[in-house]
């Protein structure tokens, strides 16, 4: 079966003023929905049809359409669950204690995952993964991520799109302000989820 495009759980200007509604509507719209229609042309008569995306992306060598369009297809579905206009509070339970374990603190945390962020260069992605029972930050470039070969390991449970189309009209080249909005929508019981599944 092909890939969709995912739906969002709230509206294009539910993230405002942290992420516009015309970011977001181009975002989800045009480069999401592009990277799922190539992907799905990419593997469309391969033996790659009708597996799941996790197990394309982590399943060795891929062809530069699939690396690229897989990536881009698994990365915003993530990036768009982690997302609530209801989020912004400091995590609680096992991801707020297993977060304490690796970074010493929340702040800590934010600090290192926010420079991994800031410091990709070019386009990219900076991540929170689940790996061997603890946590980890590293960035991707491009559409790359942590389950594809070559990539830093581990299972994302949280991840920032640094690409510019991500925050350009809103923040221009000011990434670091971008980076710290995002804190204001994370959905830390969804960071939660991704992490139980990744277990």
């Keep these: 079966m092909a890939f969709e495009l995912p739906n969002l759980n709230y509206s294009y200007d539910a993230l405002e003023p942290h992420i516009d509604a015309r ?85 800590e945390f934010k600090t290192k995952f926010s420079n991994a962020a800031a410091t990709q260069f070019g386009s990219g992605w900076a991540w929170l993964c689940y790996i061997d029972g603890k946590l980890d930050v590293c960035s991707t470039p491009n559409q790359d991520n942590p389950l594809m070969q070559g990539g830093c390991g581990g299972t994302p449970i949280l991840g920032i799109d640094v690409w510019e189309h991500a925050y350009y009209l809103n923040y221009q080249n000011r990434r670091p302000d971008y980076i710290n909005a995002f804190f204001n929508v994370v959905d830390w019981n969804k960071v939660t989820e991704h992490l139980n599944n990744a277990k």
């Design 23 to 107: 970011t977001m509507e181009i975002h989800h719209t045009k480069h999401h929905a592009g990277y799922t229609s190539k992907l799905n042309a990419a593997i469309a008569g391969t033996d790659l049809e009708g597996k799941s995306i996790e197990d394309i992306l982590s399943g060795g060598e891929l062809s530069a359409g699939v690396r690229n369009n897989g990536g881009g297809f698994y990365n915003h579905r993530l990036f768009w669950d982690i997302m609530s206009p209801n989020g912004g509070a400091n995590p609680t339970g096992e991801v707020a204690e297993m977060i304490d374990a690796a970074f010493g603190s929340f702040e």
